[in-house]
């Protein structure tokens, strides 16, 4: 395979890591407001029995393992890095947290929310919007962004890490 084919077609893969990333966000976002309406602010925010605690935080937590751990595998199994399958798991985590507050910022503006009419875009004439706007951009998109690319980055690289480590030791490569 030529130079070219081959580093097209790891520019298509990484590509397709972001995107993955960008589509996991916007679904995580969703799918937290649908887990508290299923758990409930009783199970959420009383005291925890310790198996639905668990249960709440691998339903919360866990599910951003879904898509680092196959794209870490799939990274080691085709580069033999542990270090590319760090970054593509942080890009895609970085690509996920990103698209997490895009998705809250176009729910506030076009969507609603009960609470927060002012954000909406039908009310851009009223006096105070875009100040309003200003500080939720500041405080809640890129303070979110910025408190949770953090986590993004080292969990990211930490996860990619060990899932490539696991796989290259029992998959050594082939001798050829």
């Known amino acids: ?3 070219v084919e081959k580093e097209s077609l790891v520019r298509r893969r990484w590509v397709i890591y972001l ?3 960008i589509v996991f ?3 995580d976002f969703f799918y937290l407001g649908f887990l508290y309406e299923l758990a409930g602010p009783q199970v959420l925010f009383a005291s925890f029995p310790a198996g ?3 249960l709440w935080l691998v339903l ?3 599910i951003w393992l879904v898509p680092v751990i196959p794209i870490a595998l799939y990274e080691a199994r085709l580069s033999r890095s542990r270090l590319r399958s ?3 798991s942080l890009s895609t985590w970085c690509a996920a947290i990103v698209a997490y507050y895009l998705t809250n910022a176009v729910q506030l503006a076009f969507i609603g929310l009960p609470g927060r009419q002012e954000l909406h875009i039908s009310n851009h004439s009223a006096p105070w919007f875009w100040e309003n706007w200003a500080s939720v951009l500041r405080g809640d998109i890129l303070g979110g962004i910025t408190e949770w690319i953090m986590v993004a980055v080292v969990g990211g690289a930490i996860v990619g890490f060990l899932a490539a480590s696991i796989l290259l030791h029992f998959r050594p490569s ?3």
Do not use: E, H
């Open 1 to 3: 395979m030529a130079d």
């Open 19 to 21: 995107m993955i990333g």
């Open 25 to 27: 966000g916007a679904i």
């Open 52 to 54: 639905r605690f668990l």
């Open 60 to 62: 919360n937590v866990g």
């Open 86 to 88: 760090a970054v593509a």
């Open 174 to 176: 082939r001798a050829t």
